[in-house]
């Protein structure tokens, strides 16, 4: 059964990179047929797209974060990545990575982590 | 950027049928995912593309598109469907997702 887990710091500064990771279990990262993603929820907000990745590292980001995103995938460790970049307290959400079938829909969640912005 | 636009909040009685919007505009060309959320949980996938259903999602839970707008239906809606219910999309070239900005299911 797959199983997706997120880490990371649980506080970040303002103006630093926020770094998490995504373990994947019970499946391989290489699979042709899945991209990988993260979605993050700010407190009592909506969700938001924030990107995904295919094994090859072909990546798609969202147009509103673009300039501070990067993710990217260690096919080694079954692994992928998020760097947020200049992070503010608008950043503060849980942040949760996901299986993306074939770019369109994400069927596999990790529970999420929560990040706060704050000095 | 795109936008997905659904109600705030649908209000039913148990056994009484649930409908929730999804409009945007590439709507036509892309298809519609909807997911529910509980409090503390992650997503669960309902329905994808449109109106398939998946494996282990009770078949009260259904999806149509007309045009613009999609909708998510719950019939006979059981007090464990209150929760708060979210579209998503992709932009018209299909190169970025979108979610709604969900809508909270109160079951009365």
């Known amino acids: 059964q797959l199983q997706l887990q997120e880490s990371g710091p649980g506080l970040v500064k303002p103006s630093e990179t926020l770094s998490l990771t995504c373990t994947v279990s019970?499946?391989?990262?290489?699979?042709?047929?899945?991209?990988w993603g993260w979605i993050r929820q700010p407190p009592g907000k909506g969700l938001e797209w924030i990107g995904i990745?295919?094994?090859?590292?072909?990546?798609y980001y969202n147009p509103s974060l673009k300039s501070r995103v990067t993710i990217s995938v260690d096919t080694s460790q079954n692994q992928f990545s998020l760097k947020l970049s200049s992070v503010t307290a608008a950043d503060t959400a849980v942040y949760y990575c996901?299986?993306?079938?074939?770019?369109?829909?994400?069927?596999?969640w990790g529970k999420g982590t929560t990040v706060t912005v704050s000095s | 950027s795109y936008e997905l636009t659904q109600p705030p909040s649908v209000s039913v009685s148990p056994g009484q049928t649930a409908r929730i919007t999804c409009s945007g505009d590439?709507?036509?060309?892309?298809?519609a995912y909807w997911y529910q959320q509980k409090p503390g949980q992650a997503p669960v996938l309902v329905i994808y593309?449109?109106?398939e259903r998946p494996s282990g999602i009770p078949e009260r839970f259904s999806g149509s598109s007309s045009g613009t707008t999609v909708t998510l239906t719950i019939s006979g809606v059981q007090p464990e469907d209150e929760a708060d219910y979210y579209c998503?999309?992709?932009?018209?070239?299909?190169?970025?997702?979108?979610f709604g900005g969900g809508t909270k299911l109160t079951v009365l």
């Open positions: 593309k449109d109106s």
């Open positions: 590439a709507l036509p060309k892309q298809y």
């Open positions: 019970g499946g391989s990262i290489s699979s042709r047929s899945y991209y």
């Open positions: 998503q999309s992709a932009d018209s070239s299909g190169t970025y997702k979108v």
């Open positions: 990745i295919y094994y090859s590292g072909s990546t």
């Open positions: 996901a299986r993306d079938l074939a770019r369109e829909l994400m069927d596999v």
